[in-house]
C-alpha cells in the first residue's frame, strides 16, 4: 500500500515544473505541506539518511549524551576544595578549626538552659576567643560581650505563633580597628543544639569556623576600615530568639551594614548562598567578587522563602526587625542526618571546613574593607539575579536587566516562530492548525505522563510502601522516571501512528521542536511578568535551542551530514541541558531527605514524583521531536516498561526498606516520644480529668507502620484522639506543628512527678473598658513551656503583654506561645486581655500550659527509657518528659 501511494507523488514531483527546479537550485527545503515526502527519501536525500541513523542509535545517543551530562554535574557537586595553600599567619587553617568543632561537639547537646549550653559552651568559646585576644596584632582591637537579653516577638512561621526568651545567652566579639570604627558587618552563627543532637554541622562547625576566622584577621597586620562582629548565638534552634534578642537590644547592633548568616540543612558538602538582600545587588556582588570557590543558585532563594521547605534562619530576624541586608549560607549535603544523634564532627570532611572558611573569609575581608559598607543603603536598589556555573564562578546582573533580557529573548522567539508559520500566506491557516495542534498534544503528554506517574505514586503509598527510595535514591528514577519517559514516548507515538498517519517525519519533528520553543517562550514571558528572577532559566531553554535551530536550519546534503545534524543538535543544547541536570542535582539533594521529616499528611512519594515528572519533561522537551524522526519507538518504550514493571513489583514486595543504619551512610526514620501527664480542669479549678501516657510521633508519612514488629504495643489501635475542648487538641506541642502530624499516637504509661514542677498562679483578674477582662499570671518552671490559649465562643483575644501587643493566632484559630529561658530566670509574668459581650456560663477562654524537660533528671522516666532502648538502631528517637495543664477562666 505505501509502495502504490508513493508512485502519484514521484509523479508530481517529477512534473513539477520550473518552481521544483528553481527550489532545487536555491538549496531551499521541500515546501512542508504535511505529506509524506517519499519522494525525497527515494532520492536518498538527507532525510531518508536521518531516519534510519536516529532508529538505531538515537536513543543510544541521547543516553550517552544525558549521562555525559550527567557525569560532569556529579564531578562539579563532589569537587570540593583544592588543598590549602601554604600555611601561612593569614590562612584560613582548616586543621584549627576542626580542633574548635572537636571540642564544641564533645560537650555533647546543648539544648537552651542547660549547662552544657550556657556554661560550658560558654566557657570554651570565651577561654578561645582570650586566647586568641593575646596573640593579635596591634592593629587591631578585640572587645568581647556576654549579653544576656530577655524578649518577645511574633512570627508567621509554622503557621504563626509568638515566642518569648529570658536571659538567654550570646558571645559577642567584635574586632576592629585601634582607633574605632563607625560601621560593622556581622558573621552569625549559633552554638546551641536540638535536644539529643551534637550538632556537629547545625551548628558547631559555623563557629569553629568564625573563631578560626577571628583568629586569622586578627593576627593580620594591615588594619581593617570597618569593624566586624561575630555573634556566636546561644538560642537558635528555639526558633531565632538569640538573634532577635542581639538585633534588637544589642549596643553594637546600630553599627550593622551587613551580615552574614552561616546556616545548615545538611552535613558537610558545599554551601550554598540561598539567601540575599533584600534587595542590595551589591551584596551579591561582593560574594561574586570575593568567594573562592562560589555555590549560589537565586531558584534556591526563591524556593526557601516560598515556604515550601519548613525551616527558617537568623537571616528573617535581621532582616525583618533589624532591616539589615545579609547573605545566607548553608551546607545542604546528606540531610538525613541533619537535627539527628549522627550529626557528629568525623562526618564533616576537613575539606569542606576549609572550603566553608576560605570563601567566608575572603568575603568578611571584601566587606570590612569595602566603601558600600558605609553607605549600604544607598545601594538598596532591585533584585538581583545570580547563579553559579558548576560551582566555577557566578554570573550575577540586577533584574531589571534580566527582565529586559528575558522579553527580548522571548520577543525573538516568537518572531521566528510566526515567521515560520505565518510564511507563506496562502498557507498560514494550514500552518498555525498544524502548530497549534503539536503545541496542544505536548501539552496533553505532559498532563497525561504526570497524572500516569503521579497515581503509579498514590498506588505505591496506599499500599504502604512509601519512602522506598529514601535509602535507595535510584530506586525513584527507575520507579517513576521510566514511567515519565514511557508514558510521554507512548502518547507522541500514537500521536504519530493514527493521529500524522501520512505526514513526513521530518515535518513533524520541526514542527514539535517549534512547538516546545513555544511553550518555553510563553512561560519565560509569565514568569518574567511575574517577577520571578528564576525566570533565567527559561532563558536558557529558548535562547540556545533557538539558535541551535538555527545552526542548523539548512538540510544537509554532503556525505555524514546526518551525524553533523545530530551533533550540532545536541551541541546546540548542552549549556541548558548540563545546567538543568546541575540545577536539579541540587534541587533532589535538597528535597528528597526533606521527605523524611516532612510529617504524616504529605504523601512524599507523590511530591517526588511530581519533581520527578517535572524534570523529565523539561529534560524531553527538545528531544521528543525524535520520537517523530524515527520508525519505531517499539525497543525504547520496551526498555523503559520493563525497567518500570520490575521496578515496581519489587518496591511493592518491599525489597527496597526505607531506612538504614549502615554506620557509614545513616538514613535514619525520625520519631519522637514525650512521657506527659495530663490535668484538665473545669472552671472551679477542679481537676474533672487526668491521664498519663507516651506520645509518639512519626515524622514521616509512614507513621509507626515499621516500627510496630519491633515495639508490637505501637500500633494504630492506639491513635491518639483529639480532646476537642481544648486548644490544639490538648496536646503538648513543642510548636505548632498540629497540621503537619494529624496522625499520632498514644501508649498508656504510669504518671510522671517531675522533681522540677510547673508553678502558675493567677495574680489578677481585672475588668477592662468596652467589656474586657484582663488576667495577669505568673509561670515558673523549665527551660522549654509552650502555652495554648483558646477564646470561647463569643469571646475575643485582643491584646496581650507578648510580642508587639498583637496577638498572632496559629492555624485553626488558637494561639501559640513558645517561651524558654536559659539559668536563673525570673518567673514568668504577662497578661491577657479578652472581649467578652455576653455572660459565659461555662467561661469566656482555655488556657493551657506544658512545661518539657528537655535535660537533666526529669527529662526521661524509666518507662520512656525501656521503651526508647527497644527502638530499632535505623531508628532516631528522640525522647523528653512533659506535663500538660489545662484551665478555664
Known amino acids: 500500500m505505501e509502495r502504490s501511494a508513493a508512485a502519484p507523488v514521484r509523479r508530481l514531483h517529477a512534473t513539477g515544473g520550473h518552481r521544483d527546479r528553481e527550489r532545487d537550485r536555491r538549496h531551499l527545503p521541500p515546501r512542508d505541506d504535511g505529506d509524506r515526502d517519499t519522494g525525497e527519501k527515494k532520492r536518498g536525500g538527507p532525510r531518508r539518511r536521518l531516519v534510519p541513523l536516529l532508529e538505531a542509535r538515537g536513543a543510544l545517543l541521547v543516553l550517552l549524551y544525558l549521562l555525559g551530562l550527567r557525569a560532569l554535574v556529579h564531578l562539579s557537586h563532589r569537587q570540593l576544595l583544592t588543598r590549602p595553600s601554604p600555611s601561612g599567619p593569614r590562612d584560613f587553617s582548616a586543621a584549627r578549626a576542626r580542633g574548635y568543632l572537636d571540642d564544641i561537639t564533645a560537650i555533647g547537646p546543648r539544648t537552651v538552659g542547660s549547662p552544657e549550653n550556657e556554661v560550658l559552651a560558654v566557657n570554651y568559646l570565651l577561654e578561645q576567643i582570650r586566647a586568641i585576644e593575646r596573640d593579635s596584632t596591634d592593629a587591631h582591637k578585640i572587645s568581647v560581650d556576654i549579653q544576656r537579653p530577655t524578649g518577645s516577638f511574633s512570627i508567621d512561621f509554622l503557621g504563626g505563633f509568638t515566642s518569648y526568651y529570658a536571659n538567654i545567652t550570646n558571645v559577642v566579639v567584635k574586632l576592629e580597628p585601634q582607633n574605632g570604627a563607625e560601621h560593622a558587618v556581622l558573621s552569625n552563627c549559633h552554638f546551641d543544639s536540638v535536644p539529643n543532637t551534637p550538632g556537629a554541622s547545625d551548628d558547631a562547625v559555623s563557629c569553629a569556623v568564625m573563631l578560626e576566622i577571628l583568629n586569622t584577621l586578627s593576627k593580620s597586620s594591615e588594619p581593617l576600615q570597618h569593624a566586624v562582629i561575630f555573634l556566636f548565638n546561644g538560642a537558635e534552634e528555639n526558633i531565632l530568639q538569640a538573634s532577635h534578642g542581639f538585633i534588637t537590644q544589642h549596643e553594637w547592633a546600630k553599627s550593622i551594614r551587613a551580615f552574614i548568616n552561616l546556616e545548615a540543612a545538611g552535613v558537610g558538602g558545599k554551601e550554598l548562598v540561598f539567601q540575599t538582600g533584600p534587595e542590595n545587588p551589591w551584596l551579591v556582588q561582593a560574594y561574586v567578587a570575593a568567594a573562592k570557590h562560589p555555590f549560589a543558585s537565586v531558584v534556591a532563594q526563591e524556593i ?28 545542604i549535603e546528606n540531610g538525613y542526618i541533619y537535627h539527628t544523634e549522627y550529626d557528629t564532627s568525623d562526618r564533616i570532611l576537613t575539606d569542606s571546613i576549609q572550603r566553608a572558611g576560605d570563601n567566608i573569609l575572603a568575603v568578611l575581608k571584601y566587606l570590612a574593607t569595602s566603601d558600600k559598607l558605609a553607605k549600604s543603603f544607598e545601594y538598596q536598589h532591585g533584585n538581583v539575579v545570580f547563579f553559579d556555573v558548576l560551582g566555577l564562578f557566578v554570573l550575577a546582573y540586577p533584574a531589571r536587566v534580566g527582565t529586559i533580557v528575558n522579553y527580548i529573548t522571548a520577543a525573538v522567539a516568537f518572531l521566528y516562530l510566526s515567521k515560520k508559520v505565518l510564511q507563506p500566506k496562502t498557507r498560514a491557516i494550514h500552518n498555525l492548525k498544524k502548530f497549534f495542534t503539536a503545541f ?35 530506586v525513584s528514577v527507575f520507579l517513576y522516571g521510566t514511567a515519565a519517559a514511557a508514558k510521554l514516548i507512548l502518547v507522541h507515538t500514537l500521536a504519530k501512528k493514527f493521529f500524522y498517519k501520512n505526514m513526513n517525519e521530518q515535518y513533524l519533528g520541526d514542527i514539535f521542536f517549534d512547538a516546545s520553543l513555544m511553550i518555553w517562550s510563553v512561560t519565560l514571558a509569565v514568569v518574567t511578568q511575574m517577577g520571578i528572577c528564576s525566570a533565567f532559566i527559561c532563558t536558557l531553554w529558548v535562547a540556545f535551542p533557538l539558535l541551535a535551530k538555527l545552526m542548523i536550519h539548512k538540510e544537509f546534503s554532503q556525505k555524514g551530514a546526518t551525524m553533523k545534524f545530530v551533533m550540532m543538535y545536541m551541541l546546540g543544547m548542552f549549556v541548558p541541558y548540563l545546567y ?15 521527605m523524611g521529616r516532612s510529617g504524616s499528611e504529605i504523601l ?4 517526588l514524583a511530581g519533581l ?29 516498561t520493563a525497567v518500570f514493571v520490575v521496578t515496581l513489583v519489587l518496591v511493592c514486595s518491599g525489597i527496597f526498606f526505607p531506612y538504614s543504619s549502615d554506620a557509614a551512610n545513616p538514613k535514619p526514620k525520625r520519631v519522637f516520644l514525650q512521657h506527659m501527664s495530663r490535668r484538665f480542669h473545669d472552671l472551679d479549678g477542679n481537676v474533672v480529668k487526668s491521664d498519663s501516657g507516651i506520645w509518639i510521633i512519626g515524622f514521616d508519612y509512614n507513621g509507626i507502620s515499621h516500627i510496630t514488629p519491633h515495639v508490637p504495643e505501637i500500633n494504630d489501635t492506639i491513635r491518639t484522639p483529639c480532646e476537642e475542648q481544648a486548644p490544639f487538641c490538648g496536646l503538648p506541642w513543642i510548636l505548632p506543628v498540629h497540621f503537619m502530624f494529624r496522625k499520632n499516637w498514644y501508649l498508656p504509661a504510669p504518671e510522671i512527678f517531675p522533681r522540677s514542677p510547673i508553678h502558675f498562679k493567677v495574680l489578677s483578674k481585672e475588668l477592662m473598658p468596652w467589656n474586657s477582662v484582663r488576667l495577669s499570671f505568673e509561670v515558673s518552671g523549665p527551660s522549654h513551656m509552650s502555652l495554648y490559649v483558646r477564646p470561647h465562643e463569643g469571646s475575643a483575644l485582643s491584646a496581650w503583654s507578648l510580642g508587639n501587643g498583637m496577638p498572632v493566632a496559629s492555624l485553626g484559630g488558637d494561639y501559640f506561645v513558645f517561651y524558654s529561658h536559659g539559668l536563673q530566670a525570673t518567673p514568668w509574668h504577662f497578661w491577657i486581655e479578652l472581649t467578652a459581650p455576653e455572660e459565659h456560663s461555662d467561661g469566656i477562654v482555655s488556657f493551657a500550659i506544658a512545661a518539657h524537660y528537655f535535660f537533666g533528671e526529669d527529662q526521661k522516666s524509666p518507662q520512656l527509657h525501656d521503651l526508647l532502648e527497644r527502638f530499632p538502631n535505623w531508628t532516631f528517637s528522640s525522647g523528653w518528659s512533659c506535663t500538660y495543664d489545662l484551665f478555664v477562666f
Open 304 to 331: 526557601f522563602q516560598s515556604g515550601i521547605i519548613p525551616a527558617d534562619t537568623d537571616f528573617r530576624i535581621y532582616r525583618d526587625f533589624g532591616n539589615v541586608p545579609g547573605i545566607d549560607l548553608a551546607f
Open 440 to 474: 496542544g498534544l505536548t501539552l496533553i503528554s505532559w498532563v497525561c505522563t504526570l497524572v500516569t506517574v503521579l497515581i503509579v505514586a498514590v498506588f505505591v503509598s496506599v499500599l504502604g510502601r512509601s519512602l522506598s527510595w529514601y535509602t535507595h535514591f535510584y
Open 580 to 594: 538543568m541536570m546541575y540545577l536539579s542535582w541540587t534541587v533532589f539533594e535538597m528535597f528528597t531527605p526533606i
Open 604 to 607: 512524599p512519594d507523590v511530591v
Open 612 to 640: 520527578i515528572v517535572v524534570i523529565t519533561m523539561i529534560l524531553s522537551s527538545y528531544f521528543i521531536n525524535f520520537v517523530y524522526l524515527v520508525k519505531s519507538t517499539k525497543t525504547t518504550l520496551i526498555a523503559l
